[in-house]
């Protein structure tokens, strides 16, 4: 559906009425926001128990994450879920430059000092033909004027959604390859964040790897129970 909307024209109702970044205020007032969730790993917190903003979920006061903080200002539900769909699986320029211009709209307090993209192993993205963390990376880095890192997925894994937490986190043990030199502050782009486990395991890497803080941004994060 993206692929057709005409530029000056909303993106998600086709109505003439869209604005520079495309789309209309109806249409952005009825996505769905990731308001009220834990700042360093964005997992949506129930309502009833999210009274102040910095409050952290159970799993990083638990067992905190590699990284420190985490954006991302959608949840993938709805038309932000068609979206990221769209341009996943027909590799849309339209919706990719959607996604960017709302991730621009809800940018994280520091970009810091380069993006690095959650990288595909060569198979699947010869697969898929399309590498869409590393395209928003991309586009992120040159409309920000930020180097963009590159790392490699040198591990062949599973599907992650079906798995449990552990079982993710197990095995993406070993599985990327990060450049030798690493700037001190680090932003990992992805497409959707589901549990995080993928940016954790980058992050413990780019640490290790001499980088003092590694970030996570996305446009949209899985809704609570959904992960
Ligand atoms: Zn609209
Ligand atoms: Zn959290």
């Not at 952005?28 to 360093?40: I, K």
């Not at 979206?83 to 709302?102: M, N, Q, Y």
């Not at 010869?126 to 930020?146: C, I, K, T, Y």
């Not at 095995?171 to 990060?178: D, I, M, R, V, Y």
Request: hydrophobic letters at 40%; aromatic letters at 6%.
């Amino acid at each position: 559906m993206f692929k057709k909307a005409l530029p000056g024209y909303c993106a998600f109702c086709l109505s003439p009425r869209a604005n520079i970044e495309g789309w209309c205020d109806a249409c952005y007032a009825g996505l769905e926001h990731n308001r009220g969730a834990c700042p360093r790993c964005q997992e949506p917190l129930a309502a009833l128990k999210a009274p102040e903003h910095d409050r952290l979920c159970g799993h990083c006061l638990a067992d905190p994450p590699a990284f420190t903080a985490t954006r991302a200002a959608f949840l993938y539900e709805g038309a932000i879920k068609a979206l990221v769909r769209d341009f996943k699986f027909h590799a849309s320029p339209r919706a990719g430059t959607l996604l960017v211009e709302l991730m621009l709209k809800h940018p994280p307090l520091e970009v810091g000092d380069a993006l690095l993209a959650v990288p595909m192993h060569p198979a699947r993205a010869r697969e898929r033909g399309f590498n869409q963390a590393q395209w928003l990376a991309a586009e992120l880095a040159r409309r920000l004027d930020v180097p963009l890192l590159k790392a490699k997925c040198v591990k062949r894994l599973p599907t992650q959604r079906t798995l449990s937490r552990r079982q993710r986190a197990a095995n993406l043990k070993g599985a990327f390859e990060l450049p030798e030199s690493l700037p001190a502050h680090i932003t990992v782009i992805d497409d959707v964040i589901t549990t995080g486990a993928t940016g954790h395991e980058l992050a413990r890497q780019a640490l290790r790897g001499g980088a003092t803080r590694v970030d996570l941004w996305a446009p949209a994060r899985t809704p609570l129970g959904r992960s």
